[in-house]
């Protein structure tokens, strides 16, 4: 089986550049979160998806940041325009179910610096 | 506020040395456990997980944590670390439901052979 994939590994763009993450889920995993860990920090919730919709995105910081899920299959989290403070490693998870008792599988992250 | 809180930033350890990293949280409602394992370059993978029952609970690779409810914590131990235990190690908790995990900001674990 397939893991969850994240595309690019590494991503080094200029301040006010558009940047857009990519993640593959395990097939059929209908949960897909994404998450952010800022330099010396927690790693942090972002959004959720069910399918094509977005569950809960509480986590997302501010109007830069824009995710889809068209098809209910892989994810797009773009930041535009990027700001220094947007540095960080982007990872992305999935889950057959909804809640914590599924289990979550996680990409490898996406390595995200802003200049 | 939710939150979790992991004591030590860096830890050194040689090998057989025994190893426990410090996780406290803040948590309403129904508590879920997990300690998550980064090696270098790869994808954050579960060691363990507590639910409910035995509050000792034993992971992959030999490690197990104790889930004790009056100190609010889930330390993880283990008895004999080996090089490749170096890798950084995560606590996170979550509701039932909620989909999310709440994470600590992660302890890095350098053991020297």
């Known amino acids: 089986e397939a893991g969850v994939t994240q595309f690019p590994s590494h991503s080094v763009i200029e301040k006010g550049q558009t940047v857009t993450l990519r993640c593959d889920p395990i097939s059929g995993h209908d949960n897909l979160y994404w998450y952010r860990r800022v330099m010396g920090k927690e790693i942090k919730f972002l959004l959720h998806f069910v399918k094509e919709s977005k569950q809960d995105e509480s986590g997302m910081p501010n109007n830069r940041f824009l995710a889809e899920r068209t098809g209910g299959t892989y994810s797009t989290l773009k930041v535009q325009p990027a700001e220094l403070e947007d540095s960080g490693v982007y990872f992305c998870?999935?889950?057959?179910?909804?809640?914590?008792?599924?289990?979550?599988?996680f990409g490898s992250g996406t390595r995200l610096t802003v200049v | 506020a939710q939150s979790v809180s992991q004591h030590n930033h860096h830890v050194i350890l040689s090998e057989a040395a025994s190893l426990e990293l410090g996780c406290n949280y803040s948590y309403g409602g129904t508590v879920n456990l997990f300690w998550y394992v980064q090696y270098p370059g790869q994808h954050l993978q579960l060691l363990l997980k507590y639910f409910s029952g035995d509050p000792l609970v034993k992971g992959i690779k030999g490690f197990e944590a104790e889930f004790i409810k009056s100190k609010f914590s889930f330390n993880l131990r283990k008895p004999s670390v080996q090089w490749s235990d170096t890798a950084e190690y995560f606590c996170?908790?979550?509701?039932?439901?909620?989909?999310?995990?709440?994470f600590g900001k992660g302890t890095k674990l350098s053991v020297k052979p």
């Open positions: 998870a999935s889950s057959q179910g909804q809640g914590v008792y599924y289990g979550y599988t």
């Open positions: 996170a908790v979550g509701g039932g439901s909620q989909g999310n995990l709440i």
